[in-house]
């Protein structure tokens, strides 16, 4: 038993791509504190690192990175983030070399989260980015679910007075509840299935604020 | 499951008692002890450069999964199998990546590394001398686009959020800018680098005008209160640089109603281009049957308008703008009759406005070629004192070219072309007068900044005047450094050259260019949202007009006197002083307020002055504070503003000193108040705003009669005014796309 533990974590660590992403995505949804999620986005960047060449390694680093920037408090540091998200990105649309609903679904959360550092100011330049990405998106798949939490959350954390707020927010929410329940999760776990427990726990937020009207 | 990892649990800690596992466990044990000597333990503290433990710092041998991040107290430990010389990473957002060196053999590698913060953390140095910029495309600045359209003081004019910035004169019996102690004709407004020949609405002796333009056309304001760049010239004080929005955001429709009148507004977005139009019908009817007014509106002002603005990417890196707009009104107004004093007279005015402008720019990545192209007409027709047929013709045509290429990122350089053609026509009953002007301006500006803390950025500018037939070399400079992570001074000087008033061109004169040179220092830092600017002026006047027949008896504060005689470049002047502006959004929560104060020490011989003075529209002293508060819970936002100016000159024929007697202090406190509701679709705000709530009465002069015996006061058109309206709009929206 205790034998194999340790040979399974060598082989894993040193070896293979996929598992080891596998696992560490496994370990990301688990994340409770700044600590841990600091960690497992360090790793992200050590995959990205090791395994260069991999499109999805990079994918999920900038992931990592930009959910990183609602945690980081200084706005200088939030777009430095962002900035090294956007290398990461870079790379992974280069080495998938073709046009992906996914690259475009993280484009947008990386527009989102770039309002998010200044919203006053940014929403109309970082807004539109938004909008044309989750409208390529659409167009490649219509059935991938991300787009539509990202237009919740979009909606979700706009002012009610500016078309917003949780009301607006949910049929999108509803959307991306019935196609996340619809999705095969791939054998090895690692293509972009991200979203699911965030969207029922938005769901829920706004059922909730909809009844208490 | 919890009672299965007991089980599992116990199971391990019992293995001595069972043979079998107790055998298994010492080949574990060694296998694992010969794999523990292969694996090297790493473990070490980080610190920044005074000393404190950073947490979350990515710590890992370069190119593999082997790493970890540091802790609260900045330790972190991880092992590897890796062997020989490696490089260890420590990264963290913020601070420069550190490489070390480190050879894994098996012994614990006990690493200590100090990071240092990074460059990006430390904003570079912008050059700021001499201007307030409102800009979004930069991350640190002072004021927003956004603050400009929410300044209660501002009553929606752009040119009146402007003039609460330090610095500024706000001057009622006038229409203009007066910046420094420079005059209305000193300041000179441009739309996307063109110079636009009638920004105002178009005068009425003794009543102060607004601007023509709404706040919200531009996505970028920038005011230089002196020391501007090489790009522009003809202003001997102040720059009012207006850049047209890019691209609408989406498509909407926007319907705004008010006391002044209505307006529609819409837009249209495609992919890569778009369209925006707008038009209005004002009457000012409404308005004025609720405040009181100190000249009588026999005619009450009613025009309308439309406007439209194309825009359109061209091959992703060119950018095509073209705006047209149209504004036609009529107004008639008894005001005091600048050539008699003490008496009234009947001003009604018709007024015909168009506005062309088109610029297309080219980006590349290391340079970028812009062109623009605009044309302007005015006419007035004027009725002075229902007998005497008057009127104002004017027409101007401008093209501009220019290059900016990147040599290196410490390295940029700006070269340009201006050609500007216009024509000034004036009528006054039988008498008529015109000039055509040709000005051509060439120029270029270099900015090196040989590290993120310096910046210097000459200019040089030629320029050439076909109608006074003169060339003038016009030299800047402006240098920037940074002191601190948020502190940084900047100085700024040159020499500005500017025509003689139209006044003295109409009448046929042909003197020289006059000539302002500006000594900038400044001083600014910026917190996230606090900040703090200081800035020192000198300004140096030299040739300015002056009309030499007169003599101490026949000054006359009247700017439509009759000019004859001679006049020569005799004149001149100085304006020194410092500005003050303080801001704070951060201390409490939605509250937003500035203070400014301005001290300015100016007199000028120039024009029909008999002795060197401090010209009447100039307060010693100004103060301006500006609150603004947003009630999240009810979505209203509140807003303040309180000017001071301390008493203005006028003049006295009594006086033994000319222009020696001050007017009392002016005093102003405005409030705003709106309500932001989403009724259905609909997207809506609700305005009320008073200015001058208490009604103070403030005289900006007075004119004496002929004999000297009489004074009348000059008073604004309005000692109080309120304004209310409701502005809606429907934005497109994806629900629909579901």
């Not at chain 1, 497992?40 to 992931?63: C, P, S």
């Not at chain 2, 104060?597 to 009447?616: C, H, M, Q, V, W």
């Not at chain 2, 609150?627 to 006295?652: A, D, Q």
């Not at chain 2, 009348?712 to 629900?735: E, M």
């Amino acid at each position: 038993m205790y034998c194999t533990i340790v040979v399974s974590t060598l082989t894993l660590s040193a070896q293979d791509f996929e598992p080891t992403l596998a696992a560490t995505l496994a370990q990301f949804e688990k994340d409770s504190t700044i600590e841990m999620i600091a960690a497992t986005v360090n790793r992200f960047e050590m995959i990205a690192g090791k395994w260069n060449d991999q499109w999805l390694a990079h994918y999920y680093a900038a992931y990592g990175e930009s959910i990183y920037t609602y945690i980081e408090k200084d706005e200088n540091k939030r777009d430095a983030w962002l900035d090294k998200a956007d290398i990461h990105l870079q790379q992974a649309e280069q080495l998938y070399g073709q046009e992906s609903d996914e690259l475009f679904v993280l484009r947008a959360l990386l527009s989102s989260a770039r309002l998010s550092v200044d919203p006053r100011n940014r929403w109309k330049e970082y807004g539109e980015i938004f909008d044309q990405n989750i409208t390529k998106a659409k167009s490649i798949n219509p059935a991938n679910p991300r787009i539509y939490y990202l237009q919740g959350n979009s909606l979700y954390y706009t002012p009610k007075m500016f078309g917003g707020g949780p009301k607006n927010a949910m049929p999108f929410y509803e959307e991306a509840d019935s196609l996340y329940q619809q999705m095969n999760i791939d054998s090895l776990g690692i293509s972009p299935t991200w979203g699911k427990p965030q969207n029922t726990l938005m769901l829920g937020n706004c059922k909730e604020s909809v009844t208490s009207e | 499951m919890k009672t299965i990892n007991l089980r599992r649990y116990s199971q391990i800690r019992n293995y001595p008692k069972d043979i079998k596992s107790s055998i298994l466990f010492l080949m574990v044990s060694f296998l694992c002890s010969l794999w523990g000597t292969a694996q090297t333990l790493i473990k070490g503290e980080i610190m920044d450069e005074t000393g404190k433990p950073v947490a979350y710092v990515g710590v890992f041998i370069e190119n593999t999964i082997d790493g970890s991040i540091t802790d609260e107290n900045g330790n972190f430990s991880f092992t590897s199998y890796e062997k020989g010389l490696h490089k260890l990473v420590a990264s963290s957002v913020g601070y420069e990546t550190i490489y070390s060196s480190v050879n894994l053999e098996g012994e614990t590698v006990e690493i200590p590394i100090v990071l240092k913060e990074s460059k990006e953390m430390i904003d570079e140095v912008v050059v700021t001398a001499g201007t307030f910029e409102a800009n979004n495309d930069r991350k640190v600045a002072i004021l927003k686009p956004l603050d400009i359209y929410t300044n209660s003081a501002a009553g929606g004019d752009i040119v009146g959020a402007i003039q609460t910035l330090p610095g500024t004169q706000k001057v009622t019996q006038e229409t203009g800018l007066f910046v420094r102690g420079g005059d209305a004709s000193e300041s000179s407004i441009v739309i996307d680098g063109m110079v636009v020949q009638n920004p105002f609405f178009s005068n009425v002796p003794g009543v102060s005008q607004r601007s023509r333009f709404m706040p919200f056309q531009f996505k970028g304001i920038s005011f230089s209160s002196g020391g501007y760049s090489a790009r522009f010239d003809q202003a001997l004080s102040s720059i009012l640089e207006l850049n047209t929005t890019d691209l609408p955001e989406q498509s909407n429709l926007n319907f705004n109603a008010g006391l002044s009148g209505v307006a529609v507004s819409g837009s249209k977005r495609w992919e890569n281009s778009g369209v925006e139009v707008s038009g209005n019908y004002t009457n000012l009817a409404p308005f004025y049957s609720i405040s009181k007014t100190n000249y009588e509106v026999y005619d009450v002002p009613e025009g309308g308008g439309f406007s439209g603005n194309y825009i359109t990417k061209v091959n992703e890196k060119g950018m095509f703008k073209a705006f047209l707009k149209y504004d036609t009104y009529h107004n008639g107004i008894t005001v005091p009759n600048p050539d008699s004093v003490g008496s009234e007279f009947d001003f009604g005015l018709k007024n015909q406005n168009t506005y062309f402008n088109s610029s297309y720019r080219y980006t590349r990545e290391k340079m970028y070629a812009y062109t623009a192209f605009s044309y302007s007409n005015n006419n007035d027709d004027i009725d002075w004192g229902k007998e005497i047929q008057a009127g104002n013709d004017d027409w101007r045509l401008q093209w501009r070219g220019e290059i900016w290429y990147s040599f290196s990122d410490k390295l940029h350089l700006l070269g340009g072309i201006e050609l500007q053609r216009f024509e000034v026509k004036r009528e006054f009953d039988t008498i008529q007068q015109s000039f055509n002007e040709s000005q051509m301006g060439t120029y270029f500006e270099a900015e090196w900044k040989p590290s993120r803390k310096f910046a210097v950025k000459p200019g040089l500018r030629i320029g050439h005047s076909e109608l006074l037939n003169q060339n003038n070399l016009a030299p800047r400079i402006a240098l920037a450094l940074k002191t601190g992570k948020y502190g940084q001074i900047s100085l700024a000087g040159g020499v500005f050259y500017q025509n003689p008033d139209n006044r003295y061109l109409l009448y046929g004169y042909r003197p020289d260019f006059q000539q302002a040179v500006h000594y900038i220092a400044n001083y600014q830092w910026i917190n996230n949202d606090r900040s703090f600017r200081v800035e020192a002026y000198y300004k140096q006047y030299i040739d300015l007009i002056r009309e030499i027949s007169m003599s101490d008896s026949t000054f006359t504060p009247n700017p439509y006197r009759y000019i004859y005689g001679s006049i020569d470049n005799s004149g001149k002047g100085y304006a020194g002083g410092v500005d003050f502006f303080w801001r704070d959004k951060a201390s409490i929560k939605n509250f937003d307020y500035w203070i400014t104060y301005s001290y300015i020490d100016t007199k000028r011989l120039y024009g029909n002055f008999t002795s060197e003075a401090t010209p009447d529209f100039i307060s010693d002293h100004n103060v301006n504070i500006l609150l603004k508060y947003f009630i999240e819970t009810l979505y209203v936002s509140v807003s303040t503003s309180y000017t001071y100016g301390s008493g203005r000159p006028y003049y006295n024929p009594e006086d033994t000193k000319f222009m020696h007697s001050r007017t009392p202090s002016i005093n102003n406190l405005s409030l705003s108040i709106s309500y932001l509701v989403t009724l259905g679709r609909w997207f809506s705000v609700f305005y009320v705003s008073v200015d001058n709530i208490f009604g103070w009465k403030n005289v900006y002069g007075y004119r004496y009669s002929y004999d000297g015996q009489q004074r009348y006061p000059v008073r604004p058109a309005i000692d109080r005014w309120i304004f209310f309206g409701a502005n809606i709009s429907l934005t497109q929206f994806s629900k629909d796309e579901l």
